[in-house]
């Protein structure tokens, strides 16, 4: 069966410092994968959406890479700051054309 | 910006008793999903709908129903509420475009106790 992975539950880095989280999958062709930032007690935020075809994604301190040969993402934050710290989701289609399915999540801490 | 509303932020329910949870977009989009947020377990998919009066089941469907009878509406709906149900309920649109779903917009969430 599918399965997603964000190989850590937490992660604790200094400001300034950049961030790297990382998600692998299994049993998967997807044809995109998208991120999103959840904080406490809140929906998830969708921030950044990146194709089979592109290897790389940028959106201001955010960059995201997909390598569908090794199946996996990493999702970097550049000069973090407190105020992302938060929980960041990564997210791929079920199947083709249906629903996203999500990773549990890492949660980011950035300490001042 | 897209705004999808959840009619309550807390909800607490009795066993046995049939819950509705309502979901409202503003912005037209085709296609809405249900989900369901519990700890160590995350975001699982419940019901989602690509089309008025159409509905697809997800991973764990059961104990749940949904109806789509508008397009900017999408009801979950919860046929006899157990505790095993208390969570936090997630519902999200999003566009479709070259057949698959973009982007998501969730709302801020139900947090359902059932005691």
């Known amino acids: 069966s599918q399965k997603i992975e964000q190989n850590s539950e937490a992660l604790n880095i200094q400001e300034g410092k950049t961030a790297t989280l990382t998600c692998n999958y299994t049993?998967?062709?997807?044809?995109?994968l998208q991120w999103y930032r959840q904080d406490p007690g809140r929906g998830p935020v969708f921030l950044l959406l990146?194709?089979?075809?592109?290897k790389e994604k940028r959106k201001e301190r955010l960059k995201v890479t997909f390598d569908t040969t090794l199946k996996q993402s990493l999702f970097h934050i550049t000069a973090s700051q407190p105020a992302d710290s938060a929980t960041y989701l990564c997210?791929?289609?079920?199947?083709?054309?249906?629903?996203?399915?999500f990773g549990k999540g890492t949660t980011l801490s950035v300490s001042s | 910006d897209v705004k999808v509303t959840q009619s309550s932020r807390y909800l607490v329910k009795r066993t046995g008793e049939k819950v509705f949870l309502e979901c409202v977009q503003d912005?037209?989009?085709?296609?809405m999903f249900w989900y369901r947020q519990d700890p160590g377990l995350g975001l699982r998919l419940i019901y989602f709908?690509?089309?008025?009066?159409?509905?697809e089941k997800g991973d764990i469907p059961e104990g749940y129903s949904v109806s789509r009878e508008k397009k900017e509406r999408f009801s979950l709906i919860l046929e006899s509420a157990s505790t095993n149900q208390t969570s936090m309920y997630l519902c999200?649109?999003?566009?479709?475009?070259?057949?698959?779903?973009?982007?998501?917009?969730f709302g801020s969430g139900t947090r359902l106790t059932v005691v």
């Open positions: 999200a649109s999003s566009l479709l475009r070259d057949s698959h779903p973009y982007g998501y917009t």
């Open positions: 997210a791929l289609e079920h199947q083709a054309g249906t629903a996203l399915i």
């Open positions: 709908s690509y089309d008025v009066k159409m509905k």
């Open positions: 912005m037209d989009h085709e296609n």
């Open positions: 990146i194709r089979e075809n592109e």
């Open positions: 049993n998967y062709s997807p044809a995109y």
